[in-house]
């Protein structure tokens, strides 16, 4: 008979209940630990393909990005209208600070 047996078999009722619940725990505890291991050191991807969808509650009123005040029409005039800086392939200021050139891809 092994050591533990031997152990074990030695433990009364009420022990052996506090052994299995400590057991319980101590497994519990792991679990918890290696789940939350996981969960932090890993990084979400995105798969290749699907689709997107994004929508807006409430109602437009005006799709120019000069004058567009509330957030919607800000968010539509951002999706569709490109940034400046997004269509410039080169821009340059003159050596007095009034002139630029500003060339487009």
């Known amino acids: 008979m092994g050591l533990t047996k031997k152990i074990f ?3 009364s009722a009420v022990e ?3 052994f299995f619940s400590a057991l ?8 918890t630990d290696v789940t939350l291991a996981i969960k932090d050191n890993s990084v ?3 798969i290749a393909g699907g689709s997107y969808h994004e929508g807006f509650l409430g109602q437009p009123t005006a799709l120019n990005p ?3 005040q509330n957030p919607i029409d800000q ?3 951002g999706l569709i209208f490109s940034r400046l800086s997004d269509l410039l392939s080169t821009s340059d200021l003159s050596a ?3 002139t630029y050139t500003l060339k487009l891809k």
Do not use: N, T, Y
């Open 9 to 11: 078999s030695s433990f």
């Open 16 to 18: 052996k209940k506090w």
């Open 24 to 31: 319980a725990v101590l497994v519990l505890a792991s679990l």
């Open 44 to 46: 979400m991807m995105p």
């Open 66 to 68: 000069i004058i567009s």
């Open 75 to 77: 968010e539509i005039s």
């Open 96 to 98: 007095d600070g009034r």
